[in-house]
């Protein structure tokens, strides 16, 4: 499994009613990770609603792994004080 990091400005702006919009394509850390069924169908049937959604093919669902990662971490509230505390301290 790759990672990219977060979308750009532009592609936020651009972003359809789901959370994410296009992928962006960078150097990847290499970062192996064991789902739940479950959550790998849940993933597949993402990736092919985001396909219809913004006319980009996603041929590997696991490539949207990261988005969604740095998505979910970019909102949470509580990560983001503590990220801020660690920082103010020296510490991030």
């Known amino acids: 499994m790759t ?3 977060n979308l750009t400005g532009d592609e ?3 972003m359809s009613k789901l959370k994410l ?3 962006a394509d ?3 850390v290499k970062l192996t990770v ?3 069924a479950a959550v790998h169908r849940d993933l597949v049937a993402y990736a092919k609603a ?3 959604e913004t ?3 996603i041929a590997d669902p696991s490539k949207l792994v990261a ?3 740095a998505r979910f971490m970019a909102t949470d509230r509580a990560f983001a004080k503590a990220r801020r505390k660690n920082q103010v301290e020296g510490e991030g």
Do not use: D, M
Request: include cysteine.
């Open 67 to 69: 988005p969604i990662l």
């Open 3 to 5: 990672w990219c990091s």
């Open 50 to 52: 985001l396909a219809r």
């Open 34 to 36: 064991e789902l739940p």
């Open 26 to 28: 960078n150097k990847p």
């Open 21 to 23: 919009g296009t992928i």
């Open 55 to 57: 006319g980009q093919p």
């Open 12 to 14: 936020e702006a651009k």
